[in-house]
């Protein structure tokens, strides 16, 4: 059971543009909802994380917005740079038990 | 934020034989570890989770006696491959948290190619 679905699967955009990643759950009980940064060959890094009793964080150039009623979450990246390009995965968790990971989205920021 | 090493970075190693893989917290005590194996171009999928002096708990489908766990202490856990076969041949990555706080800090990961 796919319990975190994420899209798009590879996203593009020019340098300067806001990336846009959604990530869509089932499971009412979740209340922790980070998301990660990958580079080829390295560990998830966390970028930010956000619980259900905010609709909104924002950390720099990176924003989650957080949707309970739909169960959706997603991620924004403003002025996306070419060094943003990499895989990001959104991730759920209950309580502190292990995360589940969406399917991860590539990201190419074109110059 | 806190860190968390992992050794080796790469490991290659004949069919049959172990690769011992060692997760390490540098500057904060990992009450809680897990381990999870990422196939090319796929997402992370977790194997097991560890707590410091306790056994394991193994996900549906990861064989224990195949993936030994060891969290002996609250800076280090290991992942022994045992009789190692090319379809273990993986990105293995660990991720470490502390007592006080729902994030948890990954590894660098581990390349491990059976031949």
Not at chain 2, 39 to 49: I, N
Not at chain 2, 56 to 73: M, P, R, W
């Amino acid at each position: 059971q796919q319990q975190v679905k994420q899209s798009p699967q590879s996203l593009i955009v020019q340098k300067g543009g806001i990336s846009i990643i959604n990530c869509a759950y089932e499971n009412t009980a979740f209340d922790y909802f980070p998301w990660y940064q990958q580079f080829p060959g390295k560990g998830p890094a966390l970028l930010i994380a956000i619980r259900p009793d905010v609709s909104e964080k924002k950390e720099g150039r990176f924003t989650i917005s957080f949707n309970k009623s739909a169960k959706q979450f997603s991620l924004h990246i403003m002025d996306s740079q070419p060094g943003d390009s990499a895989t990001y995965f959104c991730a759920t968790a209950t309580g502190r038990r292990a995360l589940t990971f969406g399917s991860g989205t590539r990201l190419q920021v074109q110059p | 934020g806190a860190v968390v090493s992992q050794h080796p970075s790469w490991v290659i190693c004949k069919s049959g034989t172990s690769v011992k893989i060692e997760c390490r917290s540098l500057d904060f005590q990992a009450t809680t570890m897990f381990w999870y194996r990422q196939f090319p171009k796929q997402s992370l999928m977790l194997m097991a989770t560890s707590n410091e002096g306790s056994k394991a708990t193994y996900e549906q489908g990861v064989e224990k006696d195949k993936f030994l766990i060891n969290h002996a202490s609250l800076t280090l856990s290991t992942l022994t491959v045992t009789s190692a076969h090319p379809e273990d041949s993986s990105f293995y990555i660990c991720s470490a948290r502390g007592d006080s706080t729902d994030t948890q800090y990954f590894g660098p990961g581990t390349r491990l190619t059976v031949l």
